[in-house]
Antibody, heavy 120, light 110 residues
Framework: QVTLKESGPALVKPTQTLTLTCTFSGFSLSTSGMRVSWIRQPPGKALEWLARIDWDDDKFYSASLKTRLTISKDTSKNQVVLTVTNMDPVDTATYYC????????????WGQGTLVTVSS | QSALTQPRSVSGSPGQSVTISCTGTSSDVGGYNYISWYQQRPGKAPKLMIYDVSKRPSGVPDRFSGSKSGNTASLTISGLQAEDEADYYCCSYAGSYTWVFGGGTKLTVL
């Protein structure tokens, strides 16, 4: 059974760095072709793809946020970490991690999401 | 990349069919057969309903179908049921290992 769960602070101040952790089970990021992405959704708004990390440690980022995002993995802990620097109130959103299966170009399993509010 | 264009809302009565459109460009929807659709109920995570334009994951009813023509993809739900009421998002691969989502469509079952 594949599960993913996001964790991190619920509240951050403007200009701070956000660090989110996605802890997953039911699959391994060392499996060839496996990938995990981060996606966010501001309250009442649409989904926005942020970043992806692959089994071979390749990393890809949204062009509009590339300078502020870093994605990494700890395969032994079954975790993927996303950091977002210089947080702003417009970054207030529910942040999801999702799995991309081998040979797939879609997100087949999602975490429950974690709401991050940026406010002083 | 700009978000894909979806109607803000659609509605239908139980048993009817509804179609949700998703319009992009030749750089995303029109350029790849990697369209996926997600159902999101209030307060819940998105759920994969369609991938690769028209394929259904195991467990998704065959009332849900997908198609694409040019720069526009479509999700059709036939035999509408009350449980289908939710927000629906399209998503397209956009090249360079990136994805773009639609703005979302609220489906109301009358």
């Amino acid at each position: 059974q594949v599960t993913l769960k996001e964790s991190g602070p619920a509240l951050v101040k403007p200009t701070q760095t956000l660090t989110l952790t996605c802890t997953f089970s039911g699959f391994s990021l060392s499996t060839s072709g496996m990938r995990v992405s981060w996606i966010r959704q501001p309250p009442g708004k649409a989904l926005e793809w942020l970043a992806r990390i692959d089994w071979d440690d390749d990393k890809f980022y949204s062009a509009s946020l590339k300078t502020r995002l870093t994605i990494s993995k700890d395969t032994s802990k079954n975790q993927v970490v996303l950091t977002v620097t210089n947080m702003d109130p417009v970054d207030t959103a529910t942040y999801y991690c999702a799995r991309i299966p081998p040979n797939g170009v879609y997100f087949d399993y999602w975490g429950q999401g974690t709401l991050v509010t940026v406010s002083s | 990349q700009s978000a894909l264009t979806q109607p803000r809302s659609v509605s239908g009565s139980p048993g009817q069919s509804v179609t949700i459109s998703c319009t992009g460009t030749s750089s995303d929807v029109g350029g790849y057969n990697y369209i996926s659709w997600y159902q999101q109920r209030p307060g819940k995570a998105p759920k994969l309903m369609i991938y690769d334009v028209s394929k259904r994951p195991s467990g998704v009813p065959d009332r849900f179908s997908g198609s694409k023509s040019g720069n526009t993809a479509s999700l059709t739900i036939s035999g509408l049921q009350a449980e289908d009421e939710a927000d629906y998002y399209c998503c397209s691969y956009a090249g360079s290992y990136t994805w773009v989502f639609g703005g979302g469509t609220k489906l109301t079952v009358l």
